[in-house]
């Protein structure tokens, strides 16, 4: 009896291929902030180091530092990308993953975080763009049943390295608290 692929099966193959020759491409351009492409930097494999406040919004200086790693793929023509990252916590490592698609229409990307620990709940979006190589996106979010903007940041990007930090403001953007700071490192 021949064996058939499911179909499962079959878009797993296919998105481990898609990394396999993303990752063993040249270094990509630089984002333009012209939308397709703006991500291709981030396309294969990395090492990355994580530095987290403890308490949110509380007033703590108290921060965890621990490592990880992200694998990225491009999806929709490159109009979109998947992340696969695995963090390593002192209290224990979760799987999570970034979902990115660029709007032609509003020349906007949006993002979404999908976390192992709460499967069936997707972060609300953030959504920007690139300028002058820095990549800042913005959406609204709630923290302990208050509403607060959340930011992410990408900046410091290389052909081997890049950096990524989330901040949160509860007043609407007039200030903000980094909150989680990654730097990547191409493995």
Do not use: C
């Amino acid at each position: 009896m021949t064996h058939q692929p499911t179909r499962r099966g079959a878009i797993a193959v296919t998105l481990t291929a898609a990394a396999l020759v993303s990752s063993a491409q040249a270094a990509p351009a630089m984002p333009t902030g012209k939308g397709r492409g703006d991500f291709d930097f981030l396309v294969g494999r990395w090492n990355v180091k994580h530095r987290r406040l403890n308490g949110r919004l509380v007033g703590s200086t108290d921060w965890q530092v621990f490592n990880g790693t992200s694998e990225l793929w491009l999806t929709l023509d490159g109009l979109g990308t998947v992340d696969d990252n695995r963090l390593e916590l002192p209290g224990g490592t979760y799987r999570a993953m970034g979902i990115r698609a660029f709007d032609p229409k509003t020349g906007k990307w949006a993002i979404w975080w999908l976390d192992e620990r709460y499967p069936t709940a997707i972060e609300p979006p953030v959504y920007g763009t690139f300028k002058d190589g820095v990549g800042t996106f913005l959406g609204d979010d709630t923290l302990a049943g208050k509403p607060i903007v959340v930011r992410f940041q990408w900046s410091k990007i290389t052909p081997t390295s890049a950096r990524w930090e989330q901040a949160f403001s509860p007043d609407g953007g007039a200030t903000w608290e980094t909150n989680w700071e990654m730097d990547f490192a191409r493995a």
